[in-house]
């Protein structure tokens, strides 16, 4: 879906993103005349502190382009996700950022249709939500019963949430790439 050249520039926008902030100002990169990046599509920046997970947040749908989204979602993981303090100067020449731009939401009619390793998933009812990235059980090295019942706890319910008739289960997929990893 994008070229290297493109998962470069986005890179360097994630990161930009994230320096910008921390220097209160405004972002210094202008958006290409490429239409990859008026594309609305889901996305979702994750930052890796030595192996560790720093912060990840994203968008499941494509509420805004890609570049709007990238820059957004950069400053998001460093500074808003609720697991970990806010991001320092000092911790962003250490942490390796990884974007996951995603395909569009698909029903899943047969657990069947699920493969570890190609599919993410969102569960979702009335009141709750939660969503896994294909690299999370791969990472987890989960089957796919595994990555059922996390999603199911990731969403705030019980593990077999998944089998509730109140709950829809959607499958996609992401084209993920990141930066060369830090030495460390």
């Known amino acids: 879906m994008v070229t290297e050249e493109q998962k470069k520039f986005l890179l360097r926008l994630a990161r930009e993103s994230i320096l910008s902030w921390l220097e209160n100002r405004e972002v210094d990169i202008t958006q290409p005349n490429d239409e990859i990046f008026e594309k609305k599509i889901g996305g979702f920046v994750t930052l890796h502190n030595q192996g560790q997970l720093r912060g990840c947040i994203g968008y499941i749908k494509g509420y805004c382009s890609v570049f709007e989204t990238i820059k957004d979602m950069a400053r998001s993981a460093a500074f808003r996700d609720p697991r970990f303090l806010p991001l320092t100067k000092k911790e962003l020449k250490e942490i390796d950022i990884e974007i996951s731009l995603l395909s569009e939401l698909e029903l899943v009619k047969d657990i069947e249709e699920i493969k570890v390793g190609r599919d993410g998933l969102v569960l979702e009812n009335e009141t709750a939500s939660g969503i896994l990235l294909p690299q999370v059980p791969v990472e ?13 706890l990731k969403a705030g319910l019980n593990k077999n949430a998944w089998k509730d008739p109140q709950c829809e289960l959607f499958r996609f997929q992401a084209e993920i790439f990141s930066e060369p990893k830090k030495s460390v």
């Open 140 to 152: 987890w090295n989960w089957d796919r019963d595994t990555f059922l019942q996390q999603v199911s």
